[in-house]
Structures are given as C-alpha cells and as structure tokens.
C-alpha cells in the first residue's frame, strides 16, 4: 500500500505541489529516494532514519521507496525531510494516512527529531491554501506562514509533536500570523552631537540624491550619519521596478517590460522602468507606468520633488514597405494562391527551379496582409519584448516576417537555449513565417514544425523550465524541385532526373506534407516576358480583398475561443460554415478517390475554399470554389 503526503519545490517565488510517495515492500532491505532529487534531498533517508531510531522507531527489514511526483521536476533543498518521514510513518501504519494525505509539509530534521526552520514558508502556505490542505512547518516558520489566513498552519518543534498530534495524543495549536513593525528606525540627526554642517551637507545629498564623502577620525559620528532613510518604504513597497543601472546613474533599456507590466498590474502596483520602455509597457493600459531616464529622477519622485509624468502607449507604424506584388512578372496563379493564404492563414509551399520569383513572391506577402489588430499586437509584442526585438519606444501593427536560413538549429526554430528562450515560430505569431530551401533545413528541425502548426502553440521543454509560447504562423515554404533546381529543363537537368526529384522533395516527410494547404508550382519565366508590363493586381488592391475577407471571417467567428480565420475551424464547426452543396461534394468524393486524400487534406480543402469564397463575397461554398481548392492541393501531383 502507498501512502501519500504533499510538500512543495520552488521555482523562484513560486511553489509547486509536490507529491511525496512512499511503499514499503518485500525485498533486500534498502530506502531509495527517487524522482530528481539533489544531493540535500537525497541524503534525507539518513536523516528520517537517524530521528526515527532516536525516537526507538525501527525501520522494517524491506524495501522502503520514495517517489517525488512530478518525477521531471527538480527537487532542492533540505525541508523535504518532514513530509518524506510523513509518508514513511504512514505506510508503517502509525500515522493515519487520510490525515496525512491532507498536510503539505516542510521541514528539515536533525538526528534527535528536531525540526529545523527552512527557507520558503509563506510561498508553501500559498501552495497549501490553494490545494485546501493543511500546513505543517517547524514551530519558528509558524508566525510567517500564518500570514496567508487562507490555510491553517501547524508549527511543531519536533517530530515526536508531530506523531502525538496526528494520533490525537497531543493536538498542535495553529500558528498566529507574526509581524515585525516597521516603524522609525530609533536613528535621529540630533543623535549625533554638533556636525551641523556635516548634517546640512546630508540634507542637500538627500534631496539631490549628491555623492558626499564623510571625512573624520574614528568616532566621529561618520556612520551615525549615513544610517539614515532617503525613499519613503511604503512608496516603494507598491512599485514594480526593472532597468539597468550605469556607472553615471543613467537607467538603461531592457527586454521583458511588457509582461512586467502586465504583472505589475496584477499586483495593483506601479511599474517604474527605463524611459525608453515606457511607450511599450504602457500598452498594457491596466497598471501606472513611470519612465524615468536616470536615478536622480526616480529619487526626485519619490521624495516629491519632481514627479514623473506616466508614459503612454507608443505605437510604431509600419508604412508601405515598397515591395509590390506588380514587380513579379507573370506568375499569376502563384499571386493568387498567395492572396488566399493571405485571407485565410493557409500554409502553402511554392516549388520551382532558381529564379522563378519564389522568394519575390514570399517578400510581397506582408504587404497584402491586414494589420494586427490591437489584441494580436499586444500578444505579439510580448514575446518580441521577451526576446529584445521592440525596438522605437512602442508596438508595430505591422505583421511580423520571419526567414530563418536553413542552417538554423531546432533551438533557434522552435525555441530554447539559456532561459527558454521563443524560437523563430513563435516570433513569427500572428505573421510570416519563410522558409527558404525547406528541403535544406536538418529533418529532426521540420517534424517540430508538425505539431506547432496544429495546436498554434509550442511548449519548450528543457531540465529546470517548462514554458509554453503561442505560434499561429503563416508557414511559406519555397522549394526547388530537384538538387540541381533543373528537373523539368532538358537541357540543364542532372543525369538523375527523375529520381533526383523524387529524393530532394521525399525529404519533406509525408505528414509534414499534409499539413500545406497551398501547393503551388511556379514555372521559370521567359526572358520575353521580362520586358512585358507589369501584369495583375497591385499589392494595395490585393489587400483591400484579403482585408475584406478577413472582415467576415471575424464576423462569422465572433465569440468564439481560439479561432479567428478560417484555418482555426475544425470539427462541427468547419462542417457548419464550409460545407459544399451535393455537386460539391461529388467533387470531393471523386478527388480523395484518385489522390487517397487524408482526413486532414479533407478538411484543408474544405478550409481554403471557405476562403476563396469569402475572398469572392459569398456566403455558401460553390462547387468552383471547392474545385479551385481541390487545384492547389494536387498541383504537384502529391497524394493526401
């Protein structure tokens, strides 16, 4: 039988449950602990054994096991002592293990039984109040826990206190919040006798926040001087602050300050940052935000001399940028699967030899996108601040685009490095992603593409941190044919051909495959046409389409959680808003026949002729629209 008690591991000023297993079992005698521990945790077998003899309490000749749940989480420091000798009484039977199961406990032990004060008493009150079990800590943490109210905390003294309360021979009284008064210091100016002009000096340096340098012989009263209060505690005890520190004073920009100020507005706190984060931070709207340029300022403030005006919201605007889909010379079935993957957010994957446009057409995409709106540039902004990317003092509505080169590392694409940093998909959220010579970029790098671009999101997993990023991207993907990029050119294709083909595009694994809803085939153009006027629709015409379509989309969509275009819909509600009418589905029946289609590919099309249809201002999906659909699924001859 497994008994079970709780304590908590930190993550900076966080607690997190911890569940503490313990079984007693038939085999060679031995008493393991398991689940990452460190050294401090893994030593605590001897301690619970040494206090348990002192107490005449003998273990059993079995194998005795404790398993710290959630295993992958880093288990530190010595107050792991109580809760595991907890779950050991109660596997003996000596402590009842329902009684047991409802403590979270933190302690260390010494060899007689006594309980040590430990590190982290408040933060695991909080834990315990929040799984509305009881808390139980060494006598001296009592008074700190007590300050949360929400959770009955017991303090004991030692462990043979502990066994006597949960057998009912002796119950622990619950601990009283404790308070250390912060009230004047007791240090006064007229305690130090005469220097008055040492005094005055003090006063200017004070308001001035002035460097002086105190000069005197021993017993001069130097240090009764300086032990003295320059900002006011209760001002500064409801501020957020972050910013780096020059050697002259002066406060330098730093990453992070948007989700600070979000934080910070959580907490009803003021946020006081570098002035040049201030127009980013103050988009949060919710919480006060000071930008101060130098240390003086912030002294100044607070002692009420000169006060910081509150910054506001910054936006930087992204003008044209000069790129139009005009300066493409033909391509115009390439132009439009890109106007589609615009309204939509469908993934599409141009394929053709060096030269044709693909990266041209790819570099036009922002500029027939819609701007974000202000929910999506706050959602976007927040990782680029994380990663240091706002740059001018504000938030860009304009959509991001990523282009990683193919030499990338998984790290740099999804995200990780010192910190769990976001990755290339996750600065690419609400934007472009491209990604040029796919083929080229290491494998094991494309299957972790497969996953973000279903859920939207990421989660980077590393030892000591578990973080999880938004990635809904626009994946464009460019490809040449072959090795050599000449498969359909006679005259300049390699000896291979078709096998060469065959090989470079089947390093694009078949599910990764599945999820591109546009697959585009963009011929080489011909030298006569490059002399030809520019042909089709200009980029700010493109986009009054693509942002019309986008408009019923949000109305259509409206109210409802996680879906905002019509890539986002699946399920009832992809077959409510995108299903065909009977000759339309004919159609479809017919296709997933000849080409084997996949659930997936199924529903892509059904998503992309949604699209199409919107693009054309309709409210039901045509047959046209599913076959034009059905084209660019099928163009490359690929199956699913």
């Not at 201030?278 to 403030?301: C, F, N, Q, S, Y």
């Not at 999804?414 to 600065?427: D, H, T, Y």
């Not at 494309?446 to 990421?458: A, Y």
Request: charged residues 20%.
């Amino acid at each position: 039988m497994v008994a079970r008690a709780f304590t908590v591991a930190f993550e900076g000023v966080e607690a997190r449950l911890v569940e503490v297993q313990c079984a007693v079992s038939p085999g060679l005698p031995g008493f393991a602990v398991v689940g990452l521990p460190d050294k401090a945790v893994s030593e605590a077998r001897e301690r619970v054994r040494a206090a348990l003899s002192a107490m005449s309490i003998a273990l059993p000749s079995k194998r005795i096991t404790v398993n710290l749940s959630p295993a992958d989480l880093p288990k530190e420091g010595s107050h792991f002592d109580l809760p595991i000798a907890l779950a050991l009484l109660a596997a003996l039977e000596i402590l009842p293990k329902d009684a047991v199961a409802a403590t979270v406990a933190l302690g260390e032990l010494s060899l007689d039984g006594t309980l040590i004060p430990v590190i982290g008493a408040l933060p695991a009150a909080l834990a315990a109040a929040e799984a509305e079990c009881v808390l139980l800590c060494p006598h001296a943490c009592g008074p700190e826990a007590a300050w949360v109210g929400a959770a009955k905390v017991l303090g004991a003294r030692t462990l043979d206190e502990v066994i006597r309360h949960y057998t009912g021979q002796s119950l622990l009284t619950p601990a009283e919040a404790g308070e250390v008064t912060g009230g004047p210091t007791g240090r006064d100016l007229r305690d130090v006798k005469g220097q008055e002009r040492a005094k005055r000096a003090l006063e200017i340096a004070a308001a001035g926040r002035h460097h002086a340098l105190l000069v005197g012989s021993p017993g001069s009263g130097k240090s009764m001087l300086a032990a003295l209060e320059i900002l006011p505690k209760d001002a500064v005890a409801a501020t957020v602050a972050l910013g780096e520190l020059s050697l002259d004073g002066t406060l330098i920009p730093v990453i992070g300050a948007l989700p600070a100020a979000l934080a910070a507005a959580e907490a009803e706190c003021v946020l006081l940052c570098p002035h040049a984060c201030g127009p980013e931070a103050a988009w949060v709207g919710a919480a006060k935000v000071l930008g101060a340029r130098t240390l003086d300022e912030v002294i100044r403030h607070y002692t009420g001399q000169s006060l910081l005006t509150p910054a506001e919201a910054g936006e930087v605007t992204g003008g044209p940028t000069g790129r139009d889909l005009r300066d493409v010379k033909g391509q115009e079935r390439a132009k439009r699967a890109l106007e589609i993957a615009a309204a939509g957010r469908h993934h599409a994957l141009l394929v053709g030899s060096p030269g044709s446009g693909k990266s041209m057409l790819a570099a036009r995409l922002p500029g027939i996108l819609p701007p974000l709106t202000a929910v999506e540039a706050l959602e976007t902004s927040m990782i680029h601040s994380l990663a240091g990317l706002l740059g001018e003092g504000g938030i860009s509505r304009v959509r991001p685009f990523r282009e990683p080169h193919h030499t990338a590392s998984m790290a740099a694409i999804v995200g990780g490095g010192k910190g769990a940093k976001p990755g290339e998909i996750s600065l690419a959220h609400n934007g472009v992603l491209f990604m040029d010579e796919f083929p080229e970029f290491p494998r094991a790098v494309l299957e972790t593409l497969r996953q973000p671009i279903e859920t939207g999101d990421v989660v980077v997993a590393r030892a000591n941190a578990h973080v999880r990023y938004p990635c809904r991207f626009l994946l464009i993907a460019a490809a040449n044919p072959c090795k050599c990029g000449y498969l359909a050119d006679p005259a300049r294709a390699c000896a291979r051909v078709p096998l060469c083909g065959e090989d470079y595009l089947g390093r694009i694994s078949g599910p990764l495959m599945d999820r591109f809803d546009l697959r585009i085939e963009v011929p080489p153009v011909a030298y006569t046409d490059l002399d030809l006027p520019a042909s089709g629709d200009a980029s700010p015409t493109v986009a009054a389409r693509v942002a019309a379509a986008r408009g019923r989309q949000d109305a259509r969509y409206a109210g409802i959680d996680g879906v905002r275009v019509n890539a986002d819909a699946e399920g009832a509600l992809l077959e409510e808003v995108a299903s065909p009418g009977a000759e339309g589905r004919a159609l479809l029946a017919r296709v997933a026949d000849r080409f084997g289609l996949s659930a997936r590919g199924y529903h892509r099309i059904l998503r992309v002729a949604r699209t199409i249809a919107d693009l054309e201002g309709v409210a039901e999906v045509r047959t046209a629209h599913v076959a034009e659909a059905v084209s660019y699924r099928t163009s490359l001859g690929a199956k699913g």
